[in-house]
């Protein structure tokens, strides 16, 4: 394992932003990982694994561990389930392929959201009406003081929109090793009930949908909507929707009627944040480098040398623009370093 000083990370974050590190290692296996963990007992710390959900505003002062763990294996399956672990370095994207070639159902929904699997629970991630929590068994973790190894079952997780115990009282104790998933081996729960899947679906004349036809629709309604990041810097997207009471949702529906919902509670619906932002004026804004995403007002992207400040000060911009006209509240989704 090489220690690398004032180690470039443009690279290793997918909104390209140019920081570095004090000090970076990338580790292989866990044993890479408890030996760095040991001879460095007394330094600070940062975590990498794909770098899609953070903006670095700054250099990061401290010994930044990228987590390269690769590998997956099927350890345990009966006549309807199987439990498939991924390692924490594996690539999100190619991992739903795996399982969809396997015939292996859950995740297909999830296609082509960036990143690796040992961050997806540490958000919750999801989309098109499907997250983690939904096929997430446990994870296999190592403490960071310690070097020792804990499994966290889904309960212990504490699984929220976008969230989970590693945001919360977990932050930063925790290294993830691997995760485990339950997947479905036949009559597999297709979803298309959530955004546009089901028109992609209908415009190649689809009408009974494997898991495939799924991914492939998501992968292509993403492709239209969101930049890839190695063509235009950008964390997918970077608001989360927001949850509000529904006496908030009716006060504001009753300026803006034609504003879209979906119920969460008897108490609270989530609002689309890209349509509050395209609202507001943002879709498209372009300061500098800095920008709002053409297609999707959820994007914030980086049009080549913009800084980790001047996409935080335009977030900011889009937060209170989006306040000022709807009395509603919108939250980074991203990790602001």
Not at 38 to 66: C, P, R, W, Y
Not at 231 to 236: A, D, F, T
């Amino acid at each position: 394992m090489n220690i690398t000083k004032n180690f470039p990370l443009k690279e290793f974050n997918t909104f390209g932003i140019a920081a570095f590190a004090e000090s970076f290692v990338s580790v292989s296996s866990e044993n890479e990982l408890r030996d760095v963990l040991s001879e460095h007992k007394s330094a600070k710390k940062f975590i990498l694994g794909g770098g899609s959900n953070m903006l670095l505003t700054q250099d990061i002062e401290a010994l930044v561990i990228h987590i390269n763990l690769k590998g997956k294996r099927i350890i345990h399956e009966d006549e309807n389930y199987v439990l498939i672990e991924a390692m924490a370095g594996e690539n999100w994207h190619e991992f739903v392929l795996w399982t969809i070639d396997q015939d292996f159902g859950g995740i297909e929904n999830m296609s082509l959201i960036p990143g690796n699997v040992g961050t997806t629970p540490i958000q919750n991630i999801g989309a098109y009406g499907a997250e983690i929590k939904d096929t997430f068994v446990s994870c296999e973790a190592m403490e960071i003081t310690s070097g020792n190894s804990r499994k966290f079952t889904k309960e212990e997780c504490d699984f929220g929109y976008r969230e989970s115990i590693f945001k919360h009282r977990e932050k930063d104790k925790y290294i993830i090793i691997s995760v485990v998933f339950k997947l479905t081996k036949h009559n597999h729960k297709i979803n298309t009930g959530y955004g546009d899947i089901q028109k992609e679906l209908e415009k190649t004349g689809i009408s009974e949908p494997t898991l495939k036809d799924v991914s492939n629709a998501v992968i292509a309604i993403r492709k239209s909507k969101l930049p890839d990041p190695k063509e235009l810097g950008n964390s997918g997207s970077f608001f989360k929707n927001p949850i509000v009471p529904i006496s908030t949702y009716q006060k504001a529906v009753a300026d803006y009627p034609e504003m879209p919902h979906y119920k969460v509670s008897e108490t609270e619906v989530k609002v689309p944040a890209g349509w509050l932002i395209e609202q507001a004026g943002y879709k498209g804004k372009r300061i500098g480098d800095a920008g709002v995403h053409k297609n999707q007002a959820l994007v914030l992207v980086n049009y080549g040398n913009a800084t980790g400040q001047e996409i935080l000060a335009l977030s900011r911009e889009v937060q209170q623009a989006v306040f000022d006209k709807f009395g509603i509240g919108i939250e980074a989704e991203v990790n602001v370093i």
